[in-house]
C-alpha cells in the first residue's frame, strides 16, 4: 500500500490504518514512507484527541519528508499545522500552513488540501473571509482534479464557515454537493460531518426541534465509530441554551470536557459555552469565572473572533451581577460593528441600554444598529432586534412603542410554534420577558382594555395549543422505568441506594426532556381574547386581572361592560401577604390555633385594594393574576371567601376554558395507595361511575379511564417537582402519573378534582410583564380541560374528605366547580382545620 493510499484509509477504517501504520515504522528505514505512516498515527491521536503525542509524530513526519519532493513536506507541514492548531499554538500553526503553502508547488495536487487546512485554522480563529478565500480556491483546485473526498471536504468546510458569516443558502448548497460526493465515495464518517453542518443550519433557522433530534441521531452515530463529541457537545449545547433548557446544556458540555484536557482550543470554546449555560441557570458568578478563563485561553491561542465572544458572556454576567460597565459595553459594540452574527444585535442591545440612563443620544445610535436586524434571521434574533428598536423609540420619546413589541411578541410565537414540548414552550417567556414588561408599561397608558390585551400577550401563552406527546417507543419505556424507580425510591430506606436511585431516575427523566424538545410543534394560536367577546363570556362573572407593570400591582376590573384601571399597590408586599397567609394556612390544617381573620384582611389589602368596593356581592369573580400569585389562597380573602371565585393565567386561557365543551356524561373515580384516609370519599361518592381504587389505580388504567370523561376525581398523593415541574405526579399504584402523561391524552377530561397535596402549585416561568407555567393543572388547561379543583398547599387528609364531599353535593345540584367549591368554604367556616383545608383549594379554568 502506497503513502497516499494509507492516508486515504485514516478516516475510512482508523484502525486498519493505525495497523500498518504502526507496522510501517517497525519495519521499513524508507525515510519517505515512514513519513507517510507518522502523519497516519499522528491524524488519527489528534482526532482522538491525543495531541501532544501527535504533534510528536507529526513532527517526526516533517523530519523525515526533509528534502523530499516539496509537496510531501508541504503536506506533512500542514497536517501539523492543524495539529498545532487544535493544542493552542496559533501563531506556530499559521507559520506551519503559510510556509506549507508557499512551499506547495502552484499547480500541483497537495497545494488545495493546504489551503483547505489553512482555511480550517483560519475559520477557528475567526478570519472568516481569509478562510473562505483559501476555499475557494481549493475547491475548483480539487474539482478539475476529479478528486471527489477531497473536494467533498472542502465543500463541508466552506459550508461551515458560511454558516458562521450567515450565509446559509450558500452554506446548505454546498452541503448538498458535499454528501452526493461522500456518499458515492463510501466515506461514511465524514458524511456524518456534513449531517452534523445540516444540523446547525435548522438551528440556525429556527428550528430548534429538529436540530436537536438531528444531533441525538448523529451523537449515537459519532459513538458507534468511537469518534469524539466535542464538537457535537458544543453545538448540542448551543442549541438547548436556546431553548431554555440550560442545565441540560451544562451536562452535555460536562460530558465532552474529558475530551477537552489535551485540546486548548476545544477547552476555550467549551468554558465559553459553559459560561452562557451557568448565565442560563441563573448562576453569573460561575458564569463570570467560566468566561474569564475561556478569555485567557482566547488571547494565548490569538483568537481574538473568540475572545469577543468571552467578553460578551463576561458582560452580561457583570450585568446580572449589578456591576455592569457603560465602557466595556460600548467598546464590545464596536468590536461586534461588522459582524454577521446574533452576536452583533445583542452587544448593541446592551450598550444601548447600558447607556439608556445617562446618555439618551448615546443610546440610541446603539439601538437602532441593533434594530436593523429585526427583518432577518431567527425569530428569536428577530425578536431581540424588535425589542431594541421599541427601547431606543421609548428612549427617544416616540410613539409606536407598543407596535414594535408586538412585532417582538409575533416573532417569539413563531419561535413557539415551532416547538412541540410543553416545557420548551413555556420557556419562551424567558424570552420574552422584556418585551412584555415594556408592553404592559405603555400599556397602562391606554387605558385598562389595551393593559388586559398586552398582559395577556405576555401570559400563558404555552396554553394556547394542546401539545402532543411523543410518539417515539423509547420514551414510553422510560416513563415506565420513571415509575418503577419513584416506586422503589418510596420503599427504600438505604440513603446510598435512595440516592442512586433518584441519579438513575434523573437521567432518565432527562432523557425525556430530551425526546421532548426533539419533537415539533404543530403550530399554535396567538391571538388574544377581544374586548367585546370577553365580555360576552364573562356574563354575570366580574373579571379582576392583575398586572405587574414595573413591580407595581394594577387591576383591571370587568363588570357589565365596564373597564375600570386600579392601582393596588406594590407587587412585593403582595408576596409578603401571600407568604404570611400560606403559613398560617399550613399552621391552622395542623390543628394549630390561629386567627385567620388579620391574615385575610391584610391579604385582601395587598391582592385587591380598592378593587373590593367594585365587587357587586354574590357575583362571580374570575382573578387572572401575574403567574407569581396565582397559587395565593384567593378563597381566603373576606370579599372572595362566600362568592364562585375562577383562577386562571390569563384572561384569554380562561375564554379559551369556557368555550370547551363535553358530551360526555361518563365520571370516573380514582383512589390511589397510601392514603391515610383511603381515599374515603370515593365510595360514598362513587355510585354508579366507574371506580378505580388501590392496586387496581394504575397509569395505565388511569390515563385510560381519564380520555373523555365528562368528570374525574383522583384521591392520591401529590408531588410537586420544583426542579422539575414536567415530573410532578399523583402517585398511582404502579409510581407517578406525570404532567407528561397529561399531554398523552388525546382528549383530556373536561371537570377534573384533584384533592392531592400541591396539585395546584405551578412553577413559573419568566419574570416581569412576561411569565408562563408548567404544573399539573396548568398542563389539563393546555390539553383542553375546562376546569380543574386543585390544592395550592398540603392538605389535611381527614379534612379534604369532608371538603371534598361537600364539593360534590354542589355539583350534583348542577354547580360549577367554582361554585361547589364557594359551597363547600362556607360548610367548613365553623371547623378550623376543615375551613383552612377548604380555602386552599382552588378552581381552575372556567367549568
Not at 460600548?330 to 452587544?347: C, K, M, N, Q
Not at 420557556?427 to 391606554?446: C, E, Q
Request: charged share 25%; aromatic share 4%.
Amino acid at each position: 500500500m502506497s503513502g497516499e493510499e494509507l492516508l486515504s484509509l485514516v478516516p475510512v477504517d482508523p484502525d486498519r490504518a493505525a495497523a500498518i501504520a504502526s507496522e510501517r515504522i517497525g519495519g521499513t528505514t524508507d525515510p519517505v514512507q515512514l513519513s507517510y505512516a507518522h502523519q497516519a498515527l499522528g491524524i488519527l491521536l489528534r482526532d482522538g484527541g491525543d495531541i501532544d503525542l501527535a504533534v510528536t509524530h507529526l513532527r517526526t513526519a516533517r523530519r523525515l519528508s526533509a528534502g523530499a519532493d516539496p509537496d510531501r513536506e508541504a503536506d506533512v507541514r500542514a497536517t501539523l499545522g492543524v495539529a498545532l492548531a487544535l493544542r493552542g499554538r496559533s501563531a506556530a500553526a499559521l507559520r506551519e500552513l503559510d510556509g506549507a503553502a508557499d512551499q506547495a508547488t502552484v499547480d500541483g495536487a497537495v497545494r488545495p488540501k493546504v489551503l483547505m487546512r489553512r482555511a480550517h485554522v483560519l475559520a477557528y480563529l475567526g478570519r472568516h473571509a481569509d478562510a473562505v478565500a483559501d476555499l475557494q480556491e481549493a475547491v475548483p483546485s480539487f474539482h478539475r482534479a476529479g478528486d471527489e473526498v477531497w473536494e467533498a471536504r472542502a465543500l463541508n468546510l466552506r459550508a461551515f464557515v458560511e454558516l458562521l458569516r450567515g450565509g446559509f443558502s450558500r452554506a446548505e448548497r454546498d452541503l448538498r454537493a458535499a454528501d452526493e460526493l461522500f456518499t458515492r465515495q463510501g466515506q461514511r464518517l465524514e458524511r456524518h460531518h456534513v449531517r452534523h453542518n445540516l444540523a446547525l443550519i435548522r438551528f440556525f433557522r429556527g428550528d430548534v426541534p429538529g436540530s436537536l433530534a438531528a444531533f441525538a441521531r448523529l451523537s449515537a452515530d459519532y459513538t458507534a465509530h468511537d469518534q469524539p463529541q466535542v464538537e457535537l457537545a458544543l453545538d448540542r449545547a448551543r442549541v438547548l441554551l436556546t431553548a431554555g433548557l440550560s442545565d441540560e446544556a451544562v451536562a452535555a458540555l460536562e460530558s465532552a470536557a474529558a475530551w477537552t484536557e489535551s485540546r486548548p482550543r476545544s477547552r476555550a470554546e467549551l468554558l465559553v459555552m459553559r459560561a452562557s449555560a451557568r448565565l442560563g441557570q441563573g448562576k453569573p458568578d460561575l458564569a463570570l469565572d467560566d468566561a474569564r478563563a475561556a478569555r485567557a485561553l482566547f488571547v494565548r491561542q490569538e483568537r481574538d473572533w473568540w475572545r469577543i465572544r468571552a467578553d460578551l458572556v463576561a458582560l452580561q454576567a457583570r450585568i446580572e451581577l449589578g456591576r455592569g460597565s457603560r465602557r466595556a459595553a460600548v467598546a464590545l459594540a464596536g468590536s461586534l460593528a461588522d459582524d454577521r452574527t446574533e452576536d452583533r444585535v445583542l452587544a448593541q442591545l446592551l450598550a444601548g441600554r447600558e447607556l439608556a440612563a445617562t446618555d439618551p443620544a448615546g443610546a440610541s445610535t446603539y439601538l437602532s444598529k441593533a434594530a436593523l436586524g429585526r427583518h432577518r434571521g431567527t425569530p428569536l434574533s428577530r425578536s431581540t432586534a424588535w425589542l431594541a428598536h421599541a427601547l431606543d423609540l421609548e428612549v427617544r420619546g416616540r410613539p409606536r412603542v407598543l407596535q414594535a413589541v408586538g412585532h417582538g411578541l409575533d416573532a417569539l410565537a413563531e419561535h413557539r410554534a415551532t416547538l412541540g414540548s410543553p416545557e420548551l414552550r413555556a420557556m419562551t417567556a424567558i424570552h420574552s420577558s422584556d418585551l412584555s414588561t415594556l408592553a404592559v408599561r405603555h400599556a397602562l397608558r391606554r387605558g385598562p382594555r389595551a393593559l388586559v390585551e398586552w398582559a395577556d400577550r405576555g401570559r400563558a401563552a404555552s396554553l394556547s395549543e394542546p401539545v402532543p406527546a411523543p410518539t417515539d417507543p423509547v420514551v414510553d419505556d422510560h416513563l415506565a422505568a420513571i415509575r418503577g424507580l419513584s416506586h422503589r425510591i418510596g420503599e427504600e430506606t438505604d440513603p446510598d441506594v435512595v440516592a442512586a436511585l433518584v441519579r438513575e431516575r434523573s437521567q432518565r427523566e432527562r432523557a425525556v426532556r430530551l425526546a421532548w424538545a426533539a419533537t415539533s410543534g404543530a403550530g399554535g394560536r396567538t391571538a388574544t381574547v377581544g374586548a367585546d367577546e370577553l365580555v360576552e363570556r364573562l356574563d354575570d362573572r366580574v373579571l379582576v386581572e392583575l398586572v405587574n407593570v414595573d413591580e407595581r400591582l394594577y387591576a383591571v376590573v370587568v363588570r357589565d361592560g365596564r373597564w375600570r384601571t386600579i392601582d393596588v399597590g406594590p407587587l412585593a408586599a403582595a408576596q409578603k401577604a401571600v407568604d404570611r397567609a400560606l403559613y398560617g394556612l399550613r399552621s391552622a390544617t395542623r390543628g394549630r390555633p390561629i386567627d385567620l381573620a388579620p391574615l385575610a384582611a391584610r391579604l385582601e389589602s395587598a391582592l385587591l385594594g380598592s378593587v373590593v368596593r367594585l365587587l357587586p356581592p354574590d357575583r362571580p369573580v374570575v382573578v387572572s393574576p401575574p403567574t407569581g400569585l396565582l397559587s395565593a389562597p384567593w378563597g381566603l380573602l373576606p370579599s372572595l371567601h362566600q362568592r364562585p371565585v375562577a383562577i386562571t393565567p390569563s384572561a384569554t386561557a380562561w375564554a379559551r376554558a369556557r368555550a370547551a365543551s363535553s358530551s360526555s356524561s361518563r365520571a370516573v373515580f380514582v383512589a390511589g395507595p397510601g392514603l391515610p384516609s383511603g381515599g374515603g370519599e370515593v365510595a360514598p361518592l362513587a355510585g354508579g361511575a366507574t371506580t378505580v381504587v388501590g392496586e387496581e389505580a394504575t397509569v395505565p388504567r388511569v390515563l385510560s379511564l381519564l380520555d373523555g370523561a365528562g368528570l374525574v376525581h383522583i384521591a392520591a398523593h401529590g408531588s410537586f417537582r420544583s426542579e422539575s415541574p414536567m415530573f410532578s405526579s399523583l402517585t398511582l399504584a404502579d409510581g407517578p402519573l406525570t404532567v407528561g402523561d397529561i399531554h398523552r391524552l388525546a382528549e383530556p377530561p373536561h371537570r377534573i378534582v384533584l384533592p392531592a397535596c400541591r396539585s395546584g402549585v405551578v412553577a413559573a416561568i419568566g419574570s416581569g410583564g412576561g411569565q408562563d407555567v408548567i404544573g399539573f393543572a396548568s398542563a389539563l388547561l393546555t390539553q383542553g380541560t375546562a376546569g380543574v379543583i386543585a390544592s395550592i398547599a398540603d392538605v389535611d387528609d381527614a379534612a379534604t374528605v369532608a371538603v371534598m364531599l361537600d364539593l360534590h353535593a354542589g355539583l350534583a345540584r348542577g354547580e360549577r366547580l367554582d361554585e361547589a367549591l364557594a359551597s363547600a368554604r362556607r360548610a367548613a367556616a365553623d371547623e378550623p382545620v376543615r375551613h383552612a383545608t377548604a380555602v386552599l383549594f382552588a378552581a381552575m379554568g372556567a367549568a
